[in-house]
């Protein structure tokens, strides 16, 4: 409750916002190139046990060896659909697609949860915070979608240089906000990058599961925003 809390933070990815073209239409599109026609819902089955069996891989990415924890995602999603294609014939294509689609800030939309969750927070005394693995792309779609106005602090990895899970940005947006670990919560969309670390940093991780893609983690876990209702009085 809020008269427990002093700051609630969020992820930007995945957690208030998502792009507008689905990762498995790429990949349909790219594949297509490649001689194999398959259907969006196997491919974004296949997507989500990547997502699944990788999470804590990609954990530890630390930005330089981001290419090779890709290309062994690729391998798996290939896998998962029975594709014998090798990744290196299609990663670069996928990449080039997924970077395009992704630096532009246009194709970035915010969850129907988002805004309202924000606003109410607004009406409440509580610190509201941003911790992100991003680049400068997460400040022009706050700008865009107007959500910057909503945040107190807003901590991206680029500019901080340190990445989650690693303790030291958690840390770094407490000292920024001047508030005690365990008087904040963190809400995050990947069990070993943000429930892993704000937990590792004293905070209150909830893992937010909108595709209930992890329903054996042993973590805190809603399936959308409107779930922190029972946390937070609005």
Known sequence: MTEELDGIF?????????????REQIWSEVLLTHGHEVGRAAIAEALRAADRDLDERFASIQGNDERHFW????KAVLTNLGIGLRAEDVVRDLSDSMGRMVMDDGNWMDFADAKPMLSGLGRVDVHVGLISNATDLARRVLRRLDLEKYFDTVVISSEVGHRKPSKEIFDFALEES????S???????????????AANAGMN?????????F??????????LDSLKAFVRL
Do not use: M
Request: glycine fraction near 10%; include cysteine.
């Open 71 to 74: 290309l062994g995602y690729d």
């Open 178 to 181: 001047r508030i005690a670990s």
């Open 10 to 22: 969020f992820d930007f990815g995945g957690t208030l916002v998502d792009t507008t073209v689905p």
């Open 183 to 197: 008087r904040a919560i963190y809400i995050g969309d990947k069990p070993a990058v943000d429930v892993v670390g």
């Open 205 to 213: 991780a909830v893992l937010i599961d909108r595709g209930d893609l």
């Open 215 to 224: 329903p054996d983690s042993d973590c805190l876990r809603i399936k959308d």
